[in-house]
């Protein structure tokens, strides 16, 4: 074992925290940590890292030595490559009613959920100190600031949430389509019906920052498991993430605020501004983009213990995390540029593979870098990525190059098993989606049928056909077998059959009550003896 590996394994038992402590243990005293106040670029504070990448903390605490992709030949930095599409509408035609949009979530049923601030900005003066908001006089936010948008060509679907939200954050949609949002200037998360737009469970104390159980300060991101299980990344101030049931009891947090800087490793519990959550669940994980921090840590999704970390040189300030199953899973990571830092990276996507946590792929805007990007969500089949930016109106749409969906995601879906449910609802997919398809089904069908039943036709002859000769085939053999009974026993195989051998006295011994049967014509002399035989 390496000096520096030593001393990160001693850094991460001294510092590891207890998974159901008060809050107190959780939290610093407060005097360390002063967390930037808005998501504002001129806010961002001074973070002197100067590590290798050999001395990142719990980087690829993995066994790689059999399933890391080999880099000796490959650029696997742009293996994994996804472009801007085309079909997706320049950002600020989408609505010019849409302000600066915070969150984005994709439904199961692959709808984009944006969740922005209609006239409102986080700047400077939005908060006080003690990170009470102060613009409250100013009310809720007037417009709808949940918007629901067409994956296909981004159009607007559906809007709610008006007079109700003061500075919203983050918005996570779960796999029966509830909608997650969380408020910073309010202090509190919520579940939404999507249906009627009711609230169907509130967390936290409304302009009332706080550190216990029962509350929050400025919490940013919710991930929502399939049992209905949820986490909460608490986020700004606290720097904890907070395990609750389906019914939203606390089963268990961790985290605390930090501030480090220097060459000094960074222990897994201790967050820098958690800023998104996302579940791995098939690989039972919990992972959060540790924005100050500049890297990516993930738990256990059970019992919070720190399972890996990543930080690849390229991350800087992590913005948000994404994770899709596809291609035995991947990470999308939202990063963006350290003003603080020269440096020559530029905010952008990157793509982490998730069994090896290597660096194999990157995307941004075609021309250009993300300005000021705040948070992403990956389709459900892994397929398309949505990045928005805190600027008007700004979401932009990633789809992967053909080539890679062919590589990594259609030799994936081979081994996806169906159902009779689906290939049903597959076809009925099929035929919605293709009107010539549709119009010409009922003659398609027809010449099928037509072709069926003249194959039935011709079959059902041939059978007849086989049958009947077979039967006289068979009638004949017993004919056959009837009359050579009336053979001698005596005949020669070798003379062959004549009718002659059997009036032949010397080749009917035996016989002779048979021969009283036939009148023969050949033999003169016997003509006495057959008449009195006869007799």
């Known amino acids: ?21 008060t809050a107190a243990d959780f939290l610093s005293s407060g005097t360390d940590f002063q967390p930037p106040a808005s998501d504002d670029q001129s806010q961002q504070p001074s973070v002197e890292f100067q590590m290798t990448p050999d001395q990142l ?25 996804l472009h801007e599409s085309s079909e997706w509408p320049f950002p600020q035609k989408i609505d010019n009613h849409i302000g600066q949009i915070s969150g984005v979530s994709i439904s199961k049923d692959n709808l984009v959920y944006i969740f922005h601030r209609g006239d409102r900005e986080w700047n400077q003066t939005t908060f006080f100190e003690n990170n009470v908001f102060r613009e409250k ?9 949940v918007v629901v948008l067409d994956p296909k060509n981004g159009s607007v679907i559906k809007r709610w949430g008006s007079h109700r939200f003061y500075m919203p954050h983050g918005i996570t949609v779960d796999h029966e389509n509830n909608v997650w949002l969380t408020d910073v200037a309010l202090h509190q998360v919520f579940k ?26 400025k919490p940013t991101s919710v991930a929502v498991t399939t049992s209905g299980e949820f986490f909460v990344a608490d986020g700004y101030c606290n720097s904890r993430i907070i395990k609750y ?46 924005r100050e921090n500049s890297r990516v840590l993930c738990f256990n999704i059970n019992n919070g213990t720190f399972k890996f970390e990543i930080n690849p040189p390229l991350f800087q300030r992590l913005f948000s995390v994404a994770y899709s199953p596809v291609a035995d899973g991947l990470f999308y990571v939202l990063n963006d540029k350290n003003m603080d ?75 996806f098993k169906f159902s009779l449910d689906d290939i049903i609802l597959n076809k009925y997919n099929v035929l919605e989606n293709c009107p010539g398809l549709r119009e010409n089904s009922g003659k398609q069908i027809l010449v099928i049928m037509l072709i069926i039943a003249v194959g039935l036709f011709f079959t059902a002859a041939i059978f007849v056909t086989v049958l009947i000769y077979t039967r006289t085939k068979s009638l004949a ?33 035996g016989f002779e009550k048979l021969a009283t049967v036939e009148v023969s014509e050949d033999d003169d002399d016997d003509d006495e003896n057959d008449l009195n035989v006869r007799a």
């Open 1 to 21: 074992m390496s000096v520096t590996a030593a001393l990160t394994a001693l850094v991460a038992c001294s510092s590891f925290c207890p998974l159901t402590p």
């Open 57 to 81: 903390y719990g980087q690829n605490q993995v066994d790689n030595t059999q399933d890391s992709i080999d880099n000796s030949n490959v650029d696997v930095s742009h293996q994994f490559h």
């Open 137 to 145: 006089n100013k009310g809720p936010i007037s417009e709808q600031v």
């Open 192 to 217: 939404f019906d999507h249906n009627s737009g009711n609230v169907l469970m509130t967390f936290g104390t409304a302009f009332e920052p706080g550190t216990d159980s029962n509350q929050f300060c």
């Open 245 to 290: 049931s389906a019914d939203g009891q606390i089963l268990l947090q961790w985290g605390r605020s930090t501030l480090v800087t220097g060459e000094m490793l960074v222990p897994p519990y201790q967050l820098w501004i958690p800023h998104a959550l996302t579940l791995a669940e098939d690989k039972e994980l919990i992972c959060v983009a540790d």
């Open 341 to 415: 830092i020269v440096t020559e990276t530029i905010a952008q996507g990157i793509v982490i593979n998730a069994t090896s946590l290597e660096v194999i792929g990157q995307f941004h805007p075609k021309y250009n870098e993300f300005l000021r990007p705040h948070d992403m969500a990956v389709s459900p089949d892994g397929t398309s990525v949505y990045v928005v930016e805190l600027i008007r109106s700004h979401v932009r749409k990633f789809v992967l190059d053909s080539d890679i969906k062919n590589k990594f995601i259609n030799q994936s879906n081979d081994s």
């Open 477 to 509: 053999h017993r004919k056959e077998v009837a009359f050579s009974r009336w053979q001698p026993r005596t005949l020669n195989a070798a003379d062959g059959f004549t009718l002659g051998n059997i009036f032949n006295k010397k080749q009917r011994a």
